[in-house]
């Protein structure tokens, strides 16, 4: 069953603008990672942020994680062209993976 | 991060026919999990393969319909049995590495006509 809940579905956004994405699950999790999927090709890893972590930078990618309300957020800073994929988050239970996938955002970034 | 290759890319089969997928790693892994995304939907996992052990599937897919092989620790197989149309969709498979980070394969879009 899915575990993560992404939202928007869709996000359409102009080249240079920031877009973020949002991420709910109902469980107690181990870690959270976010995967970049183009056109239904194989999914790219882009961060795995821990639950005892809060935030994490990589590149133009922030990614904030409260365990409390049981949310993930992706912010794509300065985004392009070449951003626009298909986004997902993945949470991992205490103590067993595999990871368990949300339905996915969608973003378009119009050059 | 380990680098995961697929065979085949894509194929496009006969209703009732059987595909193997084969999944190899650059590096030896304990955990590979396969995956399935239907079109447009998000990924499903069907089971998890561990060298030298059944593979462990999870609720809704089971060992005839799509049986798995672990012969070593950079291989695995996964065949989809007596395909239907139902069964069109990309295959991926993934493997962990220390951290817990989970890395992807290419993917392989089967069609099933």
């Known amino acids: 069953s899915q575990q993560g809940e992404e939202d928007p579905q869709a996000l359409s956004i102009q080249e240079g603008e920031n877009a973020t994405m949002n991420c709910s699950y109902k469980?107690?999790?181990?870690?959270l990672q976010w995967y970049r999927q183009n056109s239904g090709r194989g999914l790219v890893h882009l961060i795995l942020?821990?639950?005892?972590?809060r935030e994490k930078h990589s590149g133009r990618l922030r990614v904030t994680l409260d365990t409390s309300k049981k949310s993930s957020s992706l912010l794509i800073t300065a985004s392009r062209a070449a951003d626009t994929a298909s986004y997902f988050c993945?949470?991992?239970?205490?103590?067993?993976?595999?990871?368990?996938f949300g339905k996915g955002t969608r973003l378009s970034v119009i050059a | 991060s380990a680098v995961i290759s697929q065979k085949p890319s894509r194929d496009i089969c006969q209703r009732g026919t059987s595909l193997t997928i084969q999944c190899q790693v650059d590096?030896?892994?304990?955990?590979m999990f396969w995956y399935r995304q239907q079109p447009g939907q998000s990924l499903t996992l069907i089971a998890t393969?561990?060298?030298?052990?059944?593979?462990?599937?999870e609720s809704g897919f089971v060992i005839d319909k799509f049986p798995i092989s672990r012969p070593n620790l950079t291989f695995s197989t996964l065949t989809v049995s007596n395909m239907s149309p139902e069964d069109s969709s990309i295959y991926l498979c993934?493997?962990?590495?220390?951290?817990?980070?989970?890395?992807f394969g290419p993917g392989t879009r089967l069609t099933v006509t």
């Open positions: 993934s493997v962990e590495e220390g951290g817990y980070e989970q890395y």
């Open positions: 469980t107690s999790i181990n870690n």
């Open positions: 942020i821990r639950s005892n972590e």
């Open positions: 993945a949470t991992a239970r205490p103590g067993n993976t595999p990871l368990v």
């Open positions: 590096s030896q892994v304990t955990m």
């Open positions: 393969a561990n060298q030298g052990s059944e593979a462990t599937y």
